[in-house]
């Protein structure tokens, strides 16, 4: 079971670009990568999802380096409404478990 | 669209009683749900593997006894949180796993034992 690190809490301000990296040391070879947000008393939502190299959809973008052992979700040019918690899971389908998650606070 | 509808979104009960969450696949059928506990400010905890047709399956630490789980159908999983305290005042949530390796999750059930 890959267990994830990423850092506990980031700020950033309207308009910025924000990375957030998470570390995988022990990822499987079959091992998606997946990046959750979370806002207060809601389900978590579905960013995007990788295997490898980049990814890149309408909110964000997935940097997966060759070894895999980490990933950076790039969020461009984020609002106020994207402070949320952020969870990047590792794993198969039936067999994702969570960190604690990064949370995000932009200011305006 | 939502893919996981869970009910009642927020819910009281008083000390003792059992309440009932459910958690419905919309537009495929899920063999499989989990369930999570949420404390305020906390990350998500796996629960249980919820099967069709089947017993749930229990994380360590988990009353299997305290929070019955009933998979009945292809849609539906329920979360019965029996004799219920203060204590089990949570955010719980349900998730399907769709695609072989995405997880949706619905909305989230307040409980809030008084």
């Known amino acids: 079971l890959a267990k994830t690190t990423q850092p506990i809490s980031m700020d950033s301000y309207e308009g910025q670009e924000v990375n957030i990296t998470c570390s995988h040391n022990n990822i499987a070879t079959n091992d998606y990568i997946t990046w959750y947000q979370q806002f207060p008393s809601q389900g978590p939502r579905f960013i995007i999802q990788?295997?490898?190299t980049k990814v890149t959809n309408e909110v964000a973008s997935l940097f997966i380096p060759a070894d895999r052992k980490s990933s950076t979700l790039s969020l461009p040019r984020v609002s106020l409404s994207d402070t949320a918690v952020y969870y990047c899971?590792?794993?198969?389908?039936?067999?994702?478990?969570f960190g604690a998650g990064t949370r995000l606070t932009v200011k305006p | 669209g939502a893919v996981v509808s869970q009910h009642p979104s927020r819910v009281i009960c008083k000390s003792g009683t059992s309440v009932k969450i459910e958690c419905r696949s919309l537009?495929?059928?899920?063999?499989?749900m989990f369930w999570y506990r949420q404390f305020p400010k906390q990350s998500l905890m796996l629960m249980a593997t919820s099967n069709e047709g089947s017993k749930a399956t229990y994380e360590q630490g988990v009353e299997k006894d305290k929070f019955l789980i009933n998979h009945a159908s292809l849609t539906l999983s329920t979360l019965t949180v029996t004799s219920a305290h203060p204590e089990d005042s949570s955010f719980y949530i349900c998730?399907?796993?769709?695609?072989?390796?995405?997880?949706?999750f619905g909305e989230g059930s307040w409980l809030t034992v008084v």
């Open positions: 998730s399907v796993v769709r695609g072989g390796n995405t997880i949706y």
């Open positions: 537009d495929f059928q899920a063999t499989t």
């Open positions: 990788g295997y490898k």
């Open positions: 899971l590792v794993g198969e389908g039936n067999d994702m478990r």
